[in-house]
């Protein structure tokens, strides 16, 4: 095969990296011989294998090398065509959510084609000159995946091989670290190899390799699914994680989890381990003037807390979701510590805090449900947040036996309807911590926490998700911040928005997925969060150390781990504490400190990048941007800023990445579940439009007598009484996104954002010539 037919090809990458945190994206990575990426289910995919026959992959490898909780994971497959005539071989990964890719290495008839990391900008640039000279090329953006996908033209008998390396923090989660590696060669393979290699600083705990799983199923305790993995214990500190299933196993494996057997093994392979912990404060790791400090103190009693579960049993919910969630809450309540108190919202097109006091055996009505002013249920559209002090809410309630059992009965009734209004359902939760805060339940001071689940975008009211994110974050902000954990449910769940709104509000977001385990993913997440330990927790560093990750964290919980990294220098004492706030008060630890042979630097570059762009709006910032882009250039970083390159004379090829989602579950239908209909429906909900004037009172400095404002570009009408259909591009929104120009009493999702006339300015566009208009984001 000459050299010029040897890049004649197709090149497809659909590779995705999702924001810090975002996403609940299982870390994963599969080999596959064909261009078919993971299914909507999250799961495994049936394929005809004779689709593959041409390709034979006749060996794959991955080895996981992770030394101090740092992974670096090495994938080669090496694929032969069998067929008489040139065939297209396709390599594809999955990789985890959380990490970066670092190198790619195509191997062709002995002929290596590596790829370079590039500026985002620059890729496409290459790609564009590359296309204008009539070469190959491809740079293509693919959403709703998380696969590296690259589909090569390859001549008879000849073979491929392929290298990718990426790399990742692993995260401590319910008390241990958990590598998950998947596997998806849609072909039996006769040599079939994956190693781990674990090396920490400190004893290595808990080793174990649980049963396959397949596809998003967190739990799978059928016992001849173990895996048979060789798990050989070097010394304490060192191990080595073998798994080689051979073409028979293969097949019976994928006979166990219910695919096809000519394709096949088909699942996860998870190791698991914990280390020792230092009671003192963590351990801090350097080399060469950087470190990284771990944080997960023992022997600590958690806090009381007061957790707040809003909960959207909006129609869309309907069928097997709701189920699950009712199915979740019922364990949930039972996991509750003694001490701690608890409320629960649900909500739809109105809010309803449960109340156990005044509970009716046929119906659930609304603690409002009193007729106030011919209504039931409100909208923060119509009303001020202070106006919910007019109301009376039900307590928090202590997690005793009788109140959970009183809990349970009336979730048990919970039913499906209505449209989705987010913005009521956090703003009544912030408003129900604010209340308890102020009554100080027992004189015992709680850890408060939102647990906020939602299927699906907001429906009614206020439905623009910016909107909705900044309102909450200006009402929860302050010293005593409570943090809100979003998980999304279902493949309809806006979670950029989720994730936005937690991240702005101190907690983090996880994906259920539809599965028949659901239930235990939402517990799996609520462990996650049952035991606050310490709060306010600070890292403190002598003035002289630079280049800090983030070193203020709100909260910390039971069986996870903070983080630290930055550069001391050549300063021969290094001695950093951490203080927090426990359940004895203030307390400072004194962490240990090891010199170690690791990959320290990589691993603050790595955690640097994460945190820098973490904030959605981050990669929009052109020094943040900057920084990134240096730094992942630097370490060779596949970022949402780089993209790969592989360049050869008379040939380029560009591999381009984006930031997005992965893939989500299929929604099985069930049957509803009906109740008594509540009293918003009897008594509907006033849908007029916000007063202008009463929600932008300064307007009243710039409006003249005949309904004119006077603003630096002019004179011109405000148009109060005015609809007009007619709108242009406008370049930036208050949101700095483009937008349409719209009168100013028909964007009411910008309200938050203009505090005065020099925000108008700045936003401002004219309509018809003649009407005052406002850069208003595009609705969906």
């Known amino acids: 095969m000459n050299e010029r037919s040897m890049f004649a090809f197709l090149v497809y990458l659909s590779f995705i990296v999702s924001l810090a945190s975002l996403t609940p994206i299982d870390s994963s990575v599969s080999l596959v011989a064909s261009s078919s990426a993971q299914s909507e289910s999250g799961s495994l995919r049936n394929t005809d294998a004779s689709t593959l026959s041409h390709a034979k992959i006749y060996k794959i490898e991955i080895t996981s ?287 309803t805090v449960l109340n156990l006091d005044n509970m009716d055996s046929n119906t659930l009505y609304p603690s409002i449900a009193k007729k106030i002013d011919g209504y039931c249920a409100w909208s923060l559209t119509d009303m001020h947040y202070d106006s919910l002090n007019k109301y009376k809410f039900p307590k928090a309630y202590l997690a005793n036996k009788e109140n959970i059992d009183k809990a349970k009965d009336i979730v048990r009734r919970v039913g499906a309807s209505g449209g989705t209004d987010i913005l009521s359902a956090l703003s009544v939760g912030l408003h129900l911590i604010k209340l308890e805060k102020g009554t100080k339940h027992d004189n015992i001071d709680r850890q408060s926490i939102i647990m906020f689940l939602s299927d699906g975008d907001p429906t009614i009211r206020i439905t623009y998700t910016e909107d909705i994110a900044t309102r909450i974050t200006k009402l929860n902000a ?153 730094l992942a250039l630097k370490y060779s970083f596949v970022t949402p800023v780089s993209s790969l390159v592989v360049v050869k004379p008379n040939d380029t090829v560009v591999f381009d990445t984006d930031t997005l989602q992965g893939t989500l579950e299929h929604i099985t239908q069930m049957p509803i579940v009906r109740t008594t209909p509540f009293c918003s429906e009897l008594y509907p909900i006033p849908t007029e439009k916000p007063d202008l004037l009463t929600e932008l009172p300064w307007i009243n400095d710039i409006l003249e007598d005949n309904g004119i404002i006077n603003v630096s570009k002019g004179k011109y009408k405000l148009g109060l009484n005015e609809t007009l259909a007619e709108s242009e591009d406008c370049p930036k929104t208050p949101f700095n996104t483009p937008g349409k120009c719209r009168l100013l009493h028909s964007c009411s999702t910008v309200f938050s954002q203009l505090t005065s006339a020099s925000d108008l300015d700045t936003h401002f566009c004219v309509l018809k010539n003649e009407f005052a208009g406002i850069c208003c984001p595009e609705t969906d």
């Open 478 to 630: 302050g010293p005593e911040k409570t943090p809100i954990f979003t998980l999304s449910f279902g493949e309809d769940a806006d979670r950029k928005f989720l994730q936005k709104l937690a991240f702005d509000n101190s907690g983090f977001l996880r994906h259920i997925y539809e599965a028949a385990d659901a239930s235990l993913q939402l517990q799996d997440f609520y462990q996650q969060i049952s035991s606050p330990l310490l709060t306010n927790v600070a890292f403190k560093y002598e003035p002289s150390v630079t280049s800090l990750t983030k070193t203020q964290f709100p909260i910390h919980f039971d069986g996870s781990e903070l983080v630290v990294a930055g550069w001391y220098g050549t300063q021969d004492t290094f001695k950093p504490a951490v203080d927090g706030h426990g359940i004895h008060g203030s307390t400072e630890f004194e962490p240990t400190v090891y010199h170690v042979v690791s990959h320290t630097e990589r691993l603050w570059a790595y955690i640097t990048i994460k945190q820098l762009l973490e904030n959605e709006n981050a990669i929009y910032d052109s020094k943040i941007r900057k920084k990134a882009i240096d």
């Open 65 to 351: 090398s992770i030394t101090n909780r740092f992974s670096r994971t090495s994938v080669v497959s090496r694929v032969r065509n069998v067929a008489n005539t040139a065939q297209e071989i396709t390599f594809s990964v999955v990789i985890p959510d959380t990490a970066f890719i670092s190198g790619f290495v195509m191997e062709i008839n002995g002929k290596n084609y590596t790829a370079d990391v590039k500026e985002k900008d620059q890729a496409a640039h290459i790609y564009k000159q590359a296309v204008a000279s009539g070469l190959a090329a491809a740079h293509v953006t693919t959403r709703n995946s998380n696969d590296f996908t690259v589909s090569v033209n390859v001549e008879p008998e000849a073979k491929a091989v392929f290298y990718l390396t990426y790399e990742e923090l692993l995260k401590r989660k319910n008390g241990k670290y958990e590598q998950i590696i998947n596997i998806y060669p849609k072909q039996p393979v006769e040599d079939l190899n994956v190693e781990v290699i674990i090396s920490e600083s400190k004893k290595i705990t808990d080793l174990k390799t649980p049963p396959i799983r397949s596809g998003n199923e967190i739990i799978n305790d059928n016992l001849e699914l173990d895996p048979r993995a060789d798990l050989e214990v070097i010394n304490e500190t060192t191990a080595i994680v073998k798994f080689s299933p051979n073409l028979e196993r293969q097949k019976q494996i994928a006979h166990l989890l219910g695919t096809n057997e000519k394709e096949g093994f088909a699942g996860q392979f998870v190791v698991q381990y914990d280390v020792e912990r230092d009671p003192k404060g963590g351990e801090v790791f350097v080399q060469d003037g950087y470190f990284v400090h771990f944080f997960a103190p023992s022997d600590l009693e958690p806090l009381p807390k007061h957790i707040v579960f809003v909960l959207d049993r909006s129609a869309s919910m309907q069928g097997q979701k709701i189920e699950q969630l009712i199915d979740s809450m019922l364990k949930i309540l039972d996991e509750l510590h003694e001490n701690d108190l608890f409320s629960i919202i649900t909500f739809s097109s109105y809010v």
